[in-house]
């Protein structure tokens, strides 16, 4: 189970790894910081936090490298911190698992915004109606295990993933735009623009596979069912 107030920064940069750790201790988190990828998997293996906070550029395997190596089954949301910026970088992080990005140089203030926003999303989806959502004769989702069934196989999801195919799946047959993806899921204090959407829905349809009912609505946004 993981912990509500601990939050792994996995950053090599000292400066950053402190300064972060500073302002993530003052808003009532605690902190464990790891320095390399290899002890950021450790810690975050044997740690259960709530949150990661995980750098793209470490010295010995990159951010995406530790994100390809967390279990497939973990819930934990994962913000990535990175020097690079453009849609290539940004599929890459999503399609591992990442929650949100924040390019390099940023302010603290900003990850603790954003960490605290990501935190109240996942809590809000976890204490929710424990509902079973089922699309067509194939599709199951469980809101109160968060599990979501293919023909009676289950498909692991991140937290991102899973929270915007319930609210697509809670609104089936209705055209919604990106904008409202973004602001329903992600929430109306998310930073960012309209392809996080893009990128998302790919990975959900790559995932679930062609036989789920989501469909593009051009120059508007998608429809499910």
Same mark, same amino acid.
């Given at each position: 189970?993981?912990?509500?107030?601990?939050?792994?920064?996995? *950053?090599?940069?000292?400066?950053?790894?402190?300064?972060?750790?500073?302002?993530?201790?003052?808003?009532?988190?605690?902190?464990?910081?790891? !320095?390399?990828? @290899?002890?950021?998997?450790? #810690?975050?293996?044997?740690?259960? /936090?709530?949150?990661?906070?995980?750098?793209?550029? +470490?010295?010995?395997?990159?951010?995406?490298?530790?994100?390809? $190596?967390?279990?497939?089954?973990?819930?934990?949301?994962?913000?990535?911190?990175?020097?690079?910026?453009? @849609?290539? &970088?940004?599929?890459?992080?999503? *399609?591992?698992?990442?929650?949100? !990005?924040?390019?390099? /140089?940023?302010?603290? $203030? *900003?990850?603790?915004?954003?960490?605290?926003?990501? +935190?109240?999303?996942?809590?809000?989806?976890?204490?929710?109606?424990?509902?079973?959502?089922?699309?067509?004769?194939?599709? $199951?989702?469980?809101?109160?295990?968060?599990?979501? %069934?293919?023909?009676? %196989?289950?498909?692991?999801?991140?937290?991102?993933?899973? &929270?915007?195919?319930?609210?697509?799946?809670?609104? %089936?047959? #209705?055209? +919604?735009?990106? $904008?409202?993806?973004?602001?329903?899921?992600?929430?109306? &204090?998310? !930073?960012?623009? *309209?392809?996080?959407? &893009?990128?998302?829905?790919? %990975?959900?349809?790559?995932? +679930?596979?062609?036989?789920?009912?989501?469909?593009?609505?051009?120059?508007?946004? !998608?429809?499910?069912?």
């Amino acid at each position: 189970m993981a912990d509500a107030q601990t939050i792994v920064v996995v *950053e090599h940069d000292p400066n950053i790894a402190d300064l972060l750790e500073t302002y993530l201790r003052s808003a009532g988190f605690r902190v464990i910081l790891a !320095y390399t990828g @290899e002890q950021g998997l450790s #810690i975050i293996n044997q740690s259960a /936090p709530a949150l990661v906070v995980l750098a793209t550029d +470490l010295p010995d395997i990159d951010g995406f490298d530790v994100c390809r $190596r967390l279990p497939a089954s973990r819930v934990t949301p994962v913000l990535f911190l990175t020097s690079r910026d453009g @849609e290539v &970088d940004r599929t890459i992080g999503v *399609e591992l698992g990442a929650d949100d !990005y924040v390019t390099k /140089p940023f302010s603290p $203030r *900003e990850i603790v915004a954003r960490v605290k926003a990501m +935190l109240r999303r996942g809590h809000a989806s976890a204490t929710g109606n424990a509902d079973i959502i089922t699309i067509g004769d194939d599709f $199951r989702i469980d809101l109160a295990d968060r599990e979501v %069934q293919v023909k009676g %196989q289950a498909i692991p999801l991140t937290t991102r993933e899973f &929270d915007l195919l319930v609210h697509l799946a809670s609104n %089936q047959g #209705i055209a +919604l735009t990106r $904008r409202a993806l973004l602001d329903s899921v992600w929430g109306g &204090d998310w !930073y960012g623009d *309209e392809g996080t959407a &893009d990128v998302h829905i790919r %990975q959900l349809r790559s995932k +679930l596979g062609e036989e789920l009912p989501l469909a593009p609505v051009w120059g508007f946004g !998608y429809r499910l069912g």
